[in-house]
T-cell receptor
Framework: AQTVTQSQPEMSVQEAETVTLSCTYD???????LFWYKQPPSRQMILVIR??????QNATENRFSVNFQKAAKSFSLKISDSQLGDAAMYFC????????????FGKGTSLLVTP | GAGVSQTPSNKVTEKGKYVELRCDPI?????LYWYRQSLGQGPEFLIY????????DSGLPNDRFFAVRPEGSVSTLKIQRTERGDSAVYLC?????????????FGPGTRLTVL
């Protein structure tokens, strides 16, 4: 089974600054998908960004970008120009493209944004 | 359009009771997933439906848990003889199809508390 590790239980960033959230995963597969989800206090998981493992180019969505290092099995999320609304739990998730359809989530990182 | 909805938002029950949790997926989504999120953890996969059939129920913890999707749309997660350890947020997600490339969209969850 694939495991996803988020080693930072909590992170803090000042408004307008940049923060990077770490994620590593363990897999023997070569083809898979990686995701970052945001979970605000409302509980609803919101997709932030996704990365296909076969793509070398790092995914970018507005202020959010990833640093995907396939050999190192690392998938970090960079949030630029942080806003108060970015405060939430962030979950890294892995999904196989070949077997099963479930998302395997890490334990999450709580992001605090200070004015 | 409307997102994934779940009812009830919160459910409090007594140990030993039977509960049903409902999920309404996004219209037209053939794939539906249930996850369970315990306090301080990431969501854990329970079951995946493709259409009316359970394609993968490997995440169900024991035979007290059962889920149905009789018409390929709404799904109900059923828990018999509830235990205090069942207390968690139960999340439902749907996707257009079941392939690994399809994004899962989550509902707001049902918080189940077993007293």
């Amino acid at each position: 089974a694939q495991t996803v590790t988020q080693s930072q239980p909590e992170m803090s960033v000042q408004e307008a600054e940049t923060v990077t959230l770490s994620c590593t995963y363990d897999t023997s597969e070569s083809d898979y998908y990686l995701f970052w989800y945001k979970q605000p206090p409302s509980r609803q998981m919101i997709l932030v960004i996704r990365q296909e493992a076969y793509k070398q180019q790092n995914a970018t969505e507005n202020r959010f970008s990833v640093n995907f290092q396939k050999a190192a099995k690392s998938f970090s999320l960079k949030i630029s120009d942080s806003q108060l609304g970015d405060a939430a739990m962030y979950f890294c998730a892995y999904r196989s493209s070949n077997s099963g359809y479930a998302l395997n989530f890490g334990k999450g990182t709580s992001l605090l944004v200070t004015p | 359009g409307a997102g994934v909805s779940q009812t009830p938002s919160n459910k409090v029950t007594e140990k030993g009771k039977y509960v049903e949790l409902r999920c309404d997926p996004i219209s037209g989504h053939t794939a539906l997933y249930w996850y369970r999120q315990s306090l301080g953890q990431g969501p854990e996969f329970l079951i995946y439906f493709q259409g009316t059939g359970a394609a993968d129920d490997s995440g169900l913890p024991n035979d007290r848990f059962f889920a149905v999707r009789p018409e390929g749309s709404v799904s109900t997660l059923k828990i018999q003889r509830t235990e205090r350890g069942d207390s968690a947020v139960y999340l439902c997600a749907s996707s257009l199809a079941g392939g690994g490339a399809n994004t899962q969209y989550f509902g707001p969850g049902t918080r189940l508390t077993v007293l």
